[in-house]
Structure formats: C-alpha cells, structure tokens
T-cell receptor
Framework: AQKVTQAQTEISVVEKEDVTLDCVYE???????LFWYKQPPSGELVFLIR??????QNEISGRYSWNFQKSTSSFNFTITASQVVDSAVYFC????????????FGAGTRLAVHP | EAGVTQFPSHSVIEKGQTVTLRCDPI?????LYWYRRVMGKEIKFLLH????????ESGMPNNRFLAERTGGTYSTLKVQPAELEDSGVYFC??????????????FGAGTRLSVL
C-alpha cells in the first residue's frame, strides 16, 4: 500500500535555526516520484522539488536541501538559517509509476519561525 | 503566466443544497486534478482529467459528486446534495502532458467549503 508519513505535526523554531522536516514513504513500486510542496498562509500549494526513485543524489537550492535515502524510505527536507517567511505548512507527496498519476500526500508539517 | 485559479475561494451552504466549484488550469495544461482536504486529515485525490476525459476517478467519494471538463479547459466539481462531511478545502491542480514537463502539478489556492 502507498503511504506518506510526516510524523511532525508542528515545529516551532527561532529565526536562523536550522530545521529538518521528516518524510517517510511506503510503496511497492520501483518507479516513483517524491515531492515537497509549501502551503503559505495564502493557501495555494507551491511546488518545491520533485525527485524520481532512480536519483538518490541530494539536492541543494539556496537555503533548502533535500536528503533522499531509499534504504530508509525517507525524503527529508532541511531549511538552513530559517527565516520568518519560511513559516508555512509543508507537504511531502508520492506519485507511483511513470504516468501522470495522482499524488499521495502526507498530513503536512506546520512550521512556525519566530523572530 | 496565470496560475491555477479556483472560484469561489470560500462557500458556505446548508446541508442539502448544491454547490459548484470551478477550476481554471494553467493555459495549455492537459492534465487537471481535483483533491480535497477534510479537516485535520491528509489531502486526498478525487479525480484526474486528461483534456476532457476522466482518466482516474477512483477517489470520488460517492455519486453526489460530479466533475466535468467540457472542451478540455476549465473544470467544475458539483456536490449535490451537500452533506456535513463534505466540508473541507477542495484543491485543483494542473500539469502539462509531456514527459519533459515531469508531471509537476501546480495547485490553486483551493475552495473552502463549509456545509452547515
């Protein structure tokens, strides 16, 4: 069965702290994609990253970095030197197969960054 | 380029009434998806259109929900009659239909539906 677990419901940090959001997934497919989306207070889901199951390279984009480990079925997201503007709900999602299939979401992690 | 737009942003109706939600995808996107998030739970898939055809409607909860995408442009999701458990946020997403586009789904801000 496919499933995405984000065990951290809420995280609260002070500005400039580093924070890691955890994501663990379950799938029987060997081909799949993993995503992270950000939902700011305005409500829309903003795409952050997509990673396919054959690419375990970690990725860094500015203050954001992602650690994909198939051995532990995890796709964790780290924000370095957090800022107040990072406050949002972050969703991890899974899509199976090569086709344009549905996204299976985790419950989301609400991140609050305080000045 | 305009993003995915959804109307209305918020709808409050009484149990038994009908509500129609609308989604305008990004221009040129063949794939259109509906999802919803019921209070405190995960965002769940409802259905997927490729142009005007329903590709996957496995997530539609029951026959009170009807989705259409006439002409392969905008889509509507009608709930008739609405029940209390239909309350939540309904999201629409769209993606290009090419391998190069990598199936990145772009989401709208959602419609918050409150059934009283």
């Amino acid at each position: 069965a496919q499933k995405v677990t984000q065990a951290q419901t809420e995280i609260s940090v002070v500005e400039k702290e580093d924070v890691t959001l955890d994501c663990v997934y379950e799938t029987r497919d060997t081909t799949y994609y993993l995503f992270w989306y950000k939902q700011p207070p305005s409500g829309e889901l903003v795409f952050l990253i997509r990673r396919n199951s054959f690419d375990e390279q970690n990725e860094i984009s500015g203050r954001y970095s992602w650690n994909f480990q198939k051995s532990t079925s995890s796709f964790n997201f780290t924000i370095t030197a957090s800022q107040v503007v990072d406050s949002a709900v972050y969703f991890c999602a899974l899509s199976e197969g090569w086709d344009y299939n549905k996204l299976i979401f985790g419950a989301g992690t609400r991140l609050a960054v305080h000045p | 380029e305009a993003g995915v737009t959804q109307f209305p942003s918020h709808s409050v109706i009484e149990k038994g009434q009908t509500v129609t939600l609308r989604c305008d995808p990004i221009s040129g996107h063949d794939n259109l998806y509906w999802y919803r998030r019921v209070m405190g739970k995960e965002i769940k898939f409802l259905l997927h259109f490729v142009k005007e055809s329903k590709q996957d409607e496995s997530g539609m909860p029951n026959n009170r929900f009807l989705a259409e995408r006439t002409g392969g442009t905008y889509s509507t999701l009608k709930v008739q009659p609405a029940e209390l458990e239909d309350s939540g946020v309904y999201f629409c997403a769209s993606s290009l239909g090419t391998a190069l586009a990598k199936n990145i789904q772009y989401f709208g801000a959602g419609t918050r539906l409150s059934v009283l």
